[in-house]
């Protein structure tokens, strides 16, 4: 039977990717050799790292200026690396609290400087994104979480703002066009929307990084990964293979603009499903809806125990909502076919004729 996976993360990969990945991992480029047995130093792997970061410049249509690195840590590290290469010692930065990963970037950050929460809804489950203050005066920069997996919600573009922008971008990179020129740092985990766990996306400004007076360990310097080409210490091949192999993918599909236009269909059909079936509600207030995750729920509980049946029968994978909000999560990153979201689509409606 097929499996529609909706997963929120790790999640689906383009099946093309999945084989090729597979093939790879027994015999690498005809070698003989497995990709994970090989040097990180080996031309053939250098070349795969050149490619991830060359393809992600033209994708996302980085400015000059900018340098891309796939290191380790997840966008968990993330959220500290970013105060550490550009909040300056003894200064400020502004941060919207849109969601739990926005909530632990505020956390991470504050073991190093004044950190103004400009914006929160967490006092409605983070139900929609928030108006924001702007930066307090001084501010290095304005930090957000692009979509926030967890509630189901986005902003609806880039946040206008006085100081240059930083964002956790691990669940919408790739989604959708955006001009990167306002930012100075955007960093996504890769197994939201473009590989496995293992690996995680920093697009920076090499000209702003850096400058904040204060001792950067190594590994969170961003300066030092970037005279190394993301090879200061061996990076996971792995992951970062089958994400350049994502990026091909991307490319190959009609670029990011195509997966923009594909993920507003998909997110068009399911939102309208929830809007008109008399069963079901969503989450997310209309205005801040996620074209990534739409987090819905049943009104009357009582009809759970046979919706959970008929989408498993169905061969619907992976939409049961985070612990958080409960209900139910249907993750529609790129690679997830329009049909999947159809089929869910049917067992919501055969729900309604049945229930
Ligand atoms: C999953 C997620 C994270 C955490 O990523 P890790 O790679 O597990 O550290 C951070 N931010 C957002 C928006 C996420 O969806």
Same mark, same amino acid.
């Given at each position: 039977m097929k499996i529609h996976n909706f997963s929120a993360g790790p999640c689906i990969l383009p099946e093309t990717v999945l084989n090729d990945a597979a093939q790879a991992v027994s015999n690498f480029n005809g070698s003989g050799l497995s990709l994970v047995e $090989?040097?990180?130093? &080996?031309p053939d792997f250098v070349a795969v790292m050149e490619e991830a970061r060359t393809l992600t410049k033209e994708l996302l249509n980085l400015p000059e200026r900018f340098d891309v690195l796939f290191l380790q840590g997840g966008a968990s590290l993330g959220f500290l690396t970013a105060a550490y290469n550009f909040?300056?010692?003894g200064g400020k930065a502004a941060y919207i609290d849109s969601g739990t990963w926005a909530n632990k970037a505020v956390k991470e950050a504050k073991h190093l400087g004044g950190i103004s !929460? !400009? +914006?929160?809804?967490k006092a409605s489950n983070y139900d929609h994104i928030p108006a924001a203050d702007s930066a307090?005066? +001084?501010?290095s920069y304005l930090h957000y979480t692009s979509n926030n997996t967890i509630f189901g919600?986005?902003?609806?573009g880039t946040p206008e703002a006085s100081v240059p922008l930083i964002a956790?971008? &691990?669940?919408? $990179?790739?989604?959708r066009e955006f001009d990167?020129?306002?930012?100075h740092l955007i960093y996504a985990g890769a197994?939201?929307?473009?590989?496995?766990?293992?690996t995680v996306m920093y697009a920076f400004d090499t000209e702003a990084?850096?400058?904040? +007076?204060r001792s950067i360990p190594s590994y969170l310097d961003l300066q030092v990964h970037a005279s190394k080409d993301s090879?200061?210490?061996?990076?996971s091949v792995f992951p970062v293979y089958v994400t350049m192999l994502t990026l091909r993918w991307i490319k190959s599909m009609g670029g990011v603009k195509a997966m923009e236009i594909r993920n507003a269909e998909k997110a068009g059909l399911i939102y309208a499903e929830i809007d008109r079936n008399p069963l079901f509600e969503g989450h997310a207030a209309i205005k801040s809806r996620s074209t990534m995750n739409a987090t819905f729920r049943l $009104?009357?509980?009582?009809h759970a125990t046979a919706f959970d049946a008929m989408w498993e029968e169905a +061969? !619907?994978?992976?939409i049961k909502g985070h612990r958080s909000v409960g209900g139910y999560r249907a993750s529609m990153y790129?690679?997830?076919?329009?049909e999947s979201v159809q089929v869910l689509i049917d067992v919501m409606k055969e729900l309604e004729r049945t229930a």
């Open positions: $090989i040097s990180h130093r &080996s909040l300056p010692e !929460v !400009v +914006g929160t809804s307090p005066a +001084g501010s919600t986005q902003f609806a956790d971008m &691990s669940s919408d $990179i790739f989604s990167a020129n306002p930012f197994q939201k929307n473009m590989g496995p766990a293992g990084a850096g400058k904040t +007076g090879m200061f210490n061996t990076p $009104i009357d509980d009582a +061969g !619907v994978s992976g790129n690679a997830l076919p329009k």
